[in-house]
Structure formats: C-alpha cells, structure tokens
C-alpha cells in the first residue's frame, strides 16, 4: 500500500514569494496534519485537519494556512516567504484525531527560502 | 504542558551491543508515547508507541521501549545494534486539544545514533 505522499520533492522560492504544499495521506485515512521541522531540531506542529476541518493550529502566522479537501487531501500554503521559513515540511496522516490513532509521516518537501 | 527531553544529543554504540536511547515526560493525565526514526533526508518512521497495558512495547525493526511511570521516562531500547540502525530518534508525546477534538505530536530535540562497526 502507499504511504502519505508529498509534492513537490525539493522547492525554492524567494523573500515574499507564496508557496503551495501538497499531501496525500494513506487510504483510509481522514485525518491529515502538517509539521515544519528546521534543520537540528525536532518537527514543530503547524495545523491538524479531520474531515476537512480544521482541528488544530500551532503557534504560527496568519502567514500560513491549509486545507483538506473532500478525498482528504491536503494543501499548506505559506504567503509573503520569509528567510525563516526554510525548513522541511511534513505531513502526516491517521485513522483520525483520536489520541490513540498513529500519525505516519510522508517524505517531507524541502522548502529553501532565498 | 506536555513535553519530552532527550537526554542525549548523541548515542555512540558498537554493532551488536544493546542500545537505549533516553527519554523523560511531563504530562498532565496518562500519557500516550511515541518513538519515530529520521533517515538523512526522509520523513519520520514509526516505530512504536505505549497508549496503556504492558510497560515494554515492541516495536518494528527489533525496537523496544520501556514505560516507567515513576521515573517518567520511555527509553527505547534494542538488544543488539546494526550499523544500519544509525539514524535520528525522536520521542514524542500526544498533546490533545480543547474537548479532545484532535491532537498534535509534541517532539523531543532528537538522538543522532551512531552504530558502528
């Protein structure tokens, strides 16, 4: 079976530049949640989706935002890039929002700011 | 607040000597744990986690962890290191929100384990 899957790969953008994230969570799954994680320190959560709510929003600008869509996909879009927002970006998906349900992670997106 | 600590920065271990790679908690309420691996450049991998019953989890690869609520700690665990084993451990502990509609992984600042030869 297929894991979460991410899109693009590896993405660079300038200062103030917007940028769109993209994720596929496993079959069956309805919950999607997204993490940004720089370099040296562990993930930091950003937004939790189920059923195409939002869940869950972490300690980030109004800068970034996301959405599920109705086959439970998901888009984190960042706006006016910063130097700081270099990080790689991963995304996660369970069963659901339940405290028990395991988050698998996908491959990441690599976002460099310039 | 939830949180975890790792310990260490950094494990050094032979191939085929017993790892542990350390973990404490801080919880309000029972605690839901997780271990994950990070290979260079890829994303986390599960490997277990303790929701409630049996202190020692298994896990995958030959992985285990063990729950001591005194001492607040999961440390993971393996009997006999590969090299291949050599990796980045993160511990995390489940952080639910208000009315415990969802919740979010709250990670540790990561183990580089280092096996070797």
């Known amino acids: 079976d297929a894991g979460v899957t991410q899109s693009p790969t590896h993405l660079i953008k300038t200062r103030g530049q917007h940028v769109t994230l993209r994720c596929s969570p496993i079959?069956?799954?309805?919950?999607v949640s997204w993490y940004q994680q720089v370099l040296g320190q562990g993930p930091q959560f950003i937004f939790q989706?189920?059923?195409?709510?939002?869940?869950g929003r972490g300690n980030f600008p109004d800068r970034f935002s996301a959405r599920q869509f109705p086959n439970y996909s998901s888009e984190l879009n960042v706006n006016a890039l910063l130097l700081g927002d270099s990080a790689l970006y991963l995304c996660?998906?369970?069963?659901?929002?339940?405290?028990?349900?395991?988050?698998?992670f996908g491959p990441g997106t690599r976002l460099t700011v310039l | 607040a939830q949180s975890v600590a790792q310990p260490e920065d950094q494990v050094n271990v032979a191939e085929g000597n017993p790892l542990t790679v350390k973990c404490t908690y801080s919880?309000?309420?029972?605690?839901?744990l997780f271990w994950y691996v990070q290979y260079p450049n890829r994303g986390l991998q599960f490997l277990l986690k303790?929701?409630?019953?049996?202190?020692l989890v298994k896990g995958s690869y030959g992985f285990e962890a063990e729950f001591n609520k005194s001492q607040t700690s999961f440390h993971l665990k393996k009997p006999s290191a590969l090299v291949s084993d050599s990796a980045l451990y993160f511990c995390?502990?489940?952080?639910?929100?208000?009315?415990?509609?969802?919740?979010?992984?709250?990670f540790g600042q990561g183990t580089e384990l280092s096996v070797k030869p």
């Open positions: 996660a998906s369970s069963l659901g929002p339940d405290r028990t349900d395991t988050q698998y």
């Open positions: 989706y189920y059923e195409k709510e939002e869940r």
């Open positions: 995390a502990v489940r952080d639910m929100f208000r009315h415990n509609q969802g919740g979010k992984l709250i």
């Open positions: 303790y929701i409630t019953g049996d202190n």
């Open positions: 919880v309000s309420g029972n605690p839901y």
């Open positions: 079959s069956g799954h309805k919950s």
